[in-house]
């Protein structure tokens, strides 16, 4: 059964519509994690399933209820923002038990669950401290403690690590991976870090313009980006492209461009390919190798060194190939100098083929 | 995606129904709307009798619009009404608020916006304790410095002049427009003026060719706060102009509150809406900038 | 700072110009400032205050009589009659402007329609001075013409409305007029603190199920505290300044029965001309002020220095 499913939701303010008739399904005990640039519409989604924001037209089911009209605290969510949004006068304790006494619930569970999220959260310690006295990485669990003792089995995170620094960042995000595998939560967690997107998530869903561009699993989304979008939000460096046409040699496939011919004999197409189409073709700089490989399937070109940038765990270079830019993330013992002419080489089969309108070939 | 799809279309969909006529609504609307009913009586009755003849305005109910209109009181009131002391109406008094007006609004936005640039950007030793003083000022009761001032102008030989409401008007403002450019200019970033020293330009300078065309807004607000403050005062006016001088606001209490003859209210109401005219339009034609500027200068009174 | 810096310093400071001489334009620029701050806000006060010891008629003399004017201050009947009614303006004022300043903030921040229109409605009083507020309720409030009328017209044949010629009532009057005029700056301040609130804090209730008046109660307004606080001060340094309405609505009467200090101390200062007792009574308003902002500008100062330690 699905935990979480939206059938063509549309929202807008006003005249401007921000999702589009939007489709998502979440499986129970899946973590998804909507990733997109800023502004693209994903904290409206989540505000939507929340119930904090009225939808336009379309549906929400939460846990096979149809929670289109449900106020938020019946909805069986919990929620974290990235502000915290922590009670700042009340103590640690009260900011925890405060929705559970207004619920009503009787005192001895009200109890129970604040200790045992504080003891999952480690935050015991902080209890009776109030959030001011906090630092940030403490208040992101207290907020997350708020989720939790609500005891629901939907879990709503809109960029809850944006505001950490980043090594708070690292190990706040593996500590929600502990906690996602501890309690099988469903989980819907909203950011525009690829990084935290492909480790945490069990798929990911690329949005842009209030459209799910692509829903997969982080290797799927990596290897296999569905559009030229897809395929330039996700990694860094950012994958190259070049444009050229494609060329059909007697039922062997090529992509040319000006002094440059690459044979796709093991790409797999998923389109229909035609001959003297203008296409773009995606390497990513990690799949590209430094030196002749004779390895089967894979191609050698001569690349120009143009910069040298050391990152620390490896090096990337920006060469040049055939006049066209194109970057080479090679390990930190390389010693490429700029102005050097290397060959370069790499698996057609890894690559990317975009149609003109964005599509991949 | 079965399930979906069998569930699709039943149950809720679309936006919720909002019902217009809720019970939260009425309550939230009645009570807005019993508030603005209060806070627009009193401009409603003040134009309905200044347009009424002063029979009318005995007979009847202040509520009630005008039977027969008439602008005579709006013209006595303007041009012959009494002070007790002449009867040439409220037009010397209008002349008399913009002669104070005009130069203390500029005199004391000139002072106080080189006064919260010096702050913001070139801190002295001591620069700080001058403008807690300064600060503090603000909420000092007026009547603390009435007579010393007194002193002080009669020295100068600007006692019983305009000079002197413009000189004191120049004081009593200095805190609060300070306060505002200075902290106009505490937003300005340092990068920008440190540019500017760089490539040589001084104090005057800096302040002439690059903060001044910056701050437009902030002196919009420094008018907004000025031009209603100056314009509403009495005290000042009644204390430092002298009575050839009067301001507006003085001569319109004199009118209504003399003792002498019948009253015409009629009359008083015609001239209390010339007096609030000014501020009004500011207000009105200002909307946003008159928000902040009266937030700013809250600590004004 | 490291200590090479210093070292520089040192060895350069014969080369610099003297002390004085730096920053000499934003120095003589700061003039009219200084001169304000020292010699118009300390030294008038300090003036006052010290001559407020002496036995000065129409003309200051240095005829010390030492607390002889308070004495005679506090004995007075007006000025116990007009520390009463500042007293009770002062309450009424707070408790009714900060009351309904909120809510009426706190129903326009409901996404409502005509927010605008509202919010200009209530707060256009604040543009009028006090002179036209006291007179359009002085008129509003006649007994013989004004609303009493209205609602002898509508029946209530034997209505009696004469608050501005009953000395129990008269300082009502004032209130009812000062509040006209003032609340819709409260509410500004309000709505703006209100606005000023971390949207998420709502968001984060309303998933808990907390509802909306418990949601304003326990978390809103403790969180708009130091809004409370700044709007606390500027109301009450605004009452003790009250001069202009009394004399544009009661001019003090009937019989002195809506006396305020500030119009003690003209009437003293420039009616009666007994200098000596006039100034005693604005060093009496000075302190009162003082008590009240040296807490505020307290807490304010240390609120400041430990948010930037935290
Ligand atoms: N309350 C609102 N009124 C009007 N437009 C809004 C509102 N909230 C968000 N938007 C617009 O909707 C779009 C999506 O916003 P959002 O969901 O916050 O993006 P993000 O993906 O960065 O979280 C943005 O273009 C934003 O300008
Ligand atoms: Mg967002």
Not at chain 1, 245 to 253: C, F, K, P, S
Not at chain 2, 49 to 77: C, D, H, Q, Y
Not at chain 2, 253 to 261: E, F, P, Y
């Amino acid at each position: 059964m699905s935990s979480v499913a939206i059938s063509d939701l549309s929202l807008s303010f006003g005249s401007v519509e921000v999702l589009k008739s939007l489709n998502l399904e979440v499986d129970e005990g899946e973590f998804i994690v909507l990733l997109g640039p800023s502004g693209c519409g994903k904290s409206t989604l989540l505000n939507c399933i929340a119930g904090l924001l009225d939808v336009t037209a379309g549906q929400i089911f939460i846990n096979g209820n149809n929670v289109t009209w449900d106020e938020p605290k019946d909805r069986g969510i919990g929620m974290v923002f990235q502000s915290y949004a922590l009670y700042p006068q009340m103590s640690v304790e009260k900011n925890l038990s405060f929705g559970l006494k207004v619920a009503g619930l009787p005192k001895a569970e009200v109890q129970e669950r604040v200790s045992k999220a504080a003891e999952i959260l480690q935050i015991e310690p902080l209890l009776k401290r109030k959030p001011a006295a906090l630092s940030g990485g403490q208040r992101q669990r207290v907020a997350i403690g708020r989720a939790l003792v609500r005891d629901v089995n939907v879990f709503l995170f809109d960029e809850p690590l944006s505001n950490l620094d980043a090594k708070l960042r690292t190990d706040l995000r593996v500590e929600l991976k502990r906690l996602h595998q501890r309690l099988g939560n469903t989980m819907i967690y909203v950011t525009h870090d690829q990084i935290e997107a492909l480790t945490l998530a069990d798929r990911i869903a690329i949005m842009k313009d209030g459209l799910i561009q692509q829903l997969d699993t982080p290797a799927g989304i990596y290897n296999n980006p569905t559009n030229r979008f897809v395929a330039g939000f996700i990694g860094s460096p950012g994958m190259n492209f070049i444009s050229g046409t494609l060329e059909d040699d007697a039922g062997q496939w090529f992509f040319a461009a000006p002094d440059l011919r690459i044979p796709l004999n093991d790409y797999a197409f998923t389109g229909n390919p035609t001959a003297g189409q203008q296409v773009e073709i995606g390497i990513r700089p990690e799949h590209v190798v430094l030196n002749d490989v004779s390895e089967a399937g894979f191609v050698t070109l001569q690349v120009e060194a143009d910069i040298v940038e050391p990152m620390g765990a490896d090096t990337v270079l920006w060469t040049k190939l055939a006049g066209n830019n194109l970057t080479i993330r090679t390990d930190s013992e390389s010693t490429v100098k700029s102005g050097d002419s290397l060959s370069a080489s790499f698996n057609p089969a890894r690559a990317s083929i975009f149609a003109q309108d964005g599509s991949r070939v | 995606m079965a399930e979906a799809v069998a569930n699709k279309m039943q149950g809720p969909q679309g936006p919720k129904p909002k019902r217009i006529i809720s019970g939260r609504n009425i309550v939230l609307y009645g009570f807005l709307i019993v508030a603005a009913l209060y806070w627009l009586l009193p401009l409603y009755v003040m134009v309905v009798t200044s347009l009424k003849g002063l029979p009318e305005v005995r007979m009847g109910n202040i509520f009630s619009p005008p039977m027969e209109i008439t602008f005579e009181p709006w013209v006595k009131a303007w041009d012959s009404a009494c002070t007790g002391l002449y009867c040439e109406g409220l037009k010397v008094g209008f002349w008399n608020s913009i002669k104070i007006l005009i130069p203390s609004t500029v005199i004391s936005i000139i002072i106080a916006s080189v006064n919260g640039y010096a702050l913001s950007f070139w801190r002295f030793k001591g620069s700080e304790i001058f403008f807690t003083i300064l600060l503090f000022g603000a909420f000092i009761p007026y009547q603390v410095m009435l007579y010393p001032l007194v002193i002080i102008l009669r020295e100068l030989g600007l006692f019983s002049s305009l000079g002197g409401v413009v000189l004191v008007h120049t004081i009593f403002g200095m805190p609060i427009l300070t306060l505002l450019f200075r902290n106009y200019f505490a937003g300005v970033p340092d990068e920008l003026f440190k540019a500017a020293r760089v490539d040589g330009a001084g104090f005057w300078r800096i302040f002439f060719q690059i903060m001044l065309p910056m701050s437009l807004p902030i002196f919009v607000v420094a008018i907004i706060l000025q031009v209603t403050g100056i314009w509403n005062d009495f005290l000042f006016g009644i204390i430092y102009a002298g009575t050839t001088n009067f301001p507006m606001t003085v001569q319109l209490n004199n009118i209504v509150n003399s003792t002498q003859g019948v009253k015409e209210y009629n009359v008083n109401m015609a001239a209390t809406l010339l007096t609030g005219a000014l501020p009004l339009i500011v207000y009105f034609v200002s909307g946003k900038l008159f928000v902040r500027g009266i937030a700013a200068g809250a600590v004004k009174g | 700072m490291p200590s090479f810096f210093r070292q520089i310093e040192q060895k350069t400071w014969w080369k610099r110009r003297p002390k004085i001489l730096r920053n000499l334009s934003a120095k003589i620029a700061a003039l009219p400032m200084i001169a304000v701050a020292l010699v118009g806000f300390v030294g008038c006060s300090v003036w006052s205050i010290v001559y407020s010891f002496t036995s000065s008629k129409s003309l200051p003399k240095e005829r010390f009589v030492g607390f002889k004017q308070y004495d005679r201050l506090f004995d007075s009947s007006r000025w116990q009659t007009s520390v009463e009614n500042v007293a009770v303006y002062g309450i009424c004022s707070l408790v009714f402007s900060l009351v309904v300043g909120f809510l009426l903030a706190v129903a326009l921040d409901q996404k409502i329609r005509f927010e605008n229109t509202f919010r200009t409605i209530f707060l256009y009083p604040f543009a009028l001075s006090f002179i036209v507020t006291g007179l359009v309720w002085q008129w509003l409030l006649n007994a013989d013409f004004g609303v009493a009328q209205v609602i002898r017209d509508i029946g209530f044949t034997s209505f009696e409305l004469n608050i501005l010629s009953n000395r129990d009532y008269a300082i009502y009057a004032i209130i009812i007029a000062g509040l006209w005029q003032g609340t819709g700056f409260v509410m500004a301040l309000m709505l703006a603190g209100l606005r000023g609130i971390d949207q998420d804090i709502w968001k984060a209730s309303r998933v808990d199920g907390i509802p909306a008046w418990r949601t304003y109660l326990f978390i809103v307004i403790p969180m708009m505290k130091p809004v409370f606080i700044t709007t606390l001060v500027i109301i009450a340094s605004g009452i003790v300044k009250v001069f202009d309405l009394v004399v544009a609505l009661t001019a003090g009467g009937p019989g002195g029965s809506s006396e305020l200090p500030a119009k003690y101390v003209y009437d003293f200062m420039f009616g009666r001309a007994n200098l000596g007792q006039a100034l005693a009574a604005s060093t009496v308003m000075l302190t009162t002020v003082l008590i009240i902002l040296i807490p505020w500008a307290y807490l304010e100062f240390s609120h400041k220095k430990d948010s930037e330690n935290g």
